[in-house]
């Protein structure tokens, strides 16, 4: 199974700051990468398909990146509902597999 | 709008079954594949099975092989997870997913399923 480690666990940040999520797969996985939000109320939003493609409707502040092995999602300004779990998950290969989260809290 | 909504989690005792439904509404359910993602207490998501647009092919994680069981009525626009064998593991709250080309576009608002004695 590939493995996916996001970084940091926890991230305490501000309004208005810039912040950067990291997401590294144990092997390749040709940008076949996704990024997803929840809420404390369990609810999943996704956000970013294929490394880089906004969901249809998230905000343009929301933005992702990378390639082989290491990708991340970067969010240019924090908005109060933007304070919430974050994952990666990658489909190169079966199973699909996420990562085990990033909890961005307000400082 | 999509909509996706679970139904059937509960307190169910190791050993036992427990069937999970999920509504689907605001789209052609048969174009599309589905899936079970599940989140155990306090931990991260992790899928589960997958059943292509037509139920001609499903896929499980193999932990779950040969106990639950992925299933879709597509006349009724409903995806199924027959959960058997339950374990103490096996407890999560377990979210019905549309499934494209390895995205889940949709989320339903999940159920809770609690194994215990």
């Known amino acids: 199974d590939i493995q996916m480690t996001q970084t940091p666990s926890s991230m305490p940040a501000s309004l208005g700051e810039r912040v950067t999520i990291s997401c590294r797969a144990s092997q390749g996985i040709s940008n076949y990468l996704n990024w997803y939000q929840q809420k404390p109320d369990g609810t999943i939003k996704p956000l970013i398909y294929?490394?880089?493609n906004l969901q249809s409707g998230v905000p343009s502040r929301f933005s992702g990146s990378g390639s082989g092995t290491d990708y991340s999602l970067t969010i240019s300004s924090l908005e109060p509902e933007d304070f919430a779990m974050y994952y990666c998950q990658q489909y190169d290969s079966s199973p699909l597999t996420f990562g085990s989260g990033t909890k961005l809290e307000i400082k | 709008e999509v909509q996706l909504v679970e139904s059937g989690g509960g307190l169910v005792q190791p050993g036992r079954s427990m069937k999970l439904s999920c509504a689907a509404s605001g789209f052609t359910f048969n174009n599309y594949d589905m899936a079970w993602v599940c989140q155990a207490p306090k931990k991260g998501l992790e899928w589960v099975a997958t059943i292509s647009y037509d139920g001609s092919s499903t896929y499980y994680r193999d932990s779950v092989k040969g106990r639950f069981t992925i299933s879709r009525d597509n006349a009724k626009s409903t995806l199924y997870l027959q959960m058997d064998s339950l374990r103490s593991e096996d407890t999560a709250t377990y979210y019905c997913?549309?499934?494209?080309?390895?995205?889940?576009?949709?989320w339903g608002q999940g159920t809770l399923v609690t194994v215990s004695s």
């Open positions: 294929y490394t880089s």
């Open positions: 997913a549309r499934h494209s080309g390895g995205y889940f576009a949709y």
